[in-house]
């Protein structure tokens, strides 16, 4: 089994910017891929960005927040980061780390084996 803990979740102003961490432990796979993932009140959770373990760290994201989030990692400590600048209203949601074995980092909610429990994002206008 593989534990996933998010933390850095808050409440900021339009324009500010938070880092979110996604520690993980128990049975970590040799490799695996870990994704950003959000839910907004009322809709679905989407995809963020995700990263992959091999590969250069090859990085993923979504139109809505590419050039604005950026997604890291620090193999050493088994944390990805997801740093999120110039933060707009609509970036307000519960956000989800999640992994999955492999190198693959797949889009869809349904293709990740593990979730962490999810840090709160407000952002204010």
């Known amino acids: 089994q593989v534990q996933l803990v998010e933390s850095g979740g808050g409440l900021v102003q339009a324009g500010g910017s938070l880092r979110l961490s996604c520690a993980a432990s128990?049975?970590?796979?040799?490799?695996?891929?870990v994704g950003w993932f959000r839910q907004a009140p009322g809709k679905e959770r989407e995809f963020v960005a995700g990263i992959s373990w091999w590969d250069g760290a090859r990085t993923y994201y979504s139109d809505s927040v590419k050039g604005r989030f950026t997604i890291s990692r620090d193999n050493a400590k088994n944390t990805v980061y997801l740093q999120m600048n110039s933060l707009k209203p609509e970036d307000t949601a519960v956000y989800y780390c999640?992994?999955?074995?492999?190198?693959?980092?797949?889009?869809?909610?349904?293709?990740?084996?593990?979730w962490g429990q999810g840090t709160q994002v407000t952002v204010s206008s």
């Open positions: 128990g049975r970590t796979p040799s490799s695996y891929a």
């Open positions: 999640a992994a999955r074995s492999g190198t693959v980092v797949p889009r869809e909610v349904v293709s990740y084996d593990y």
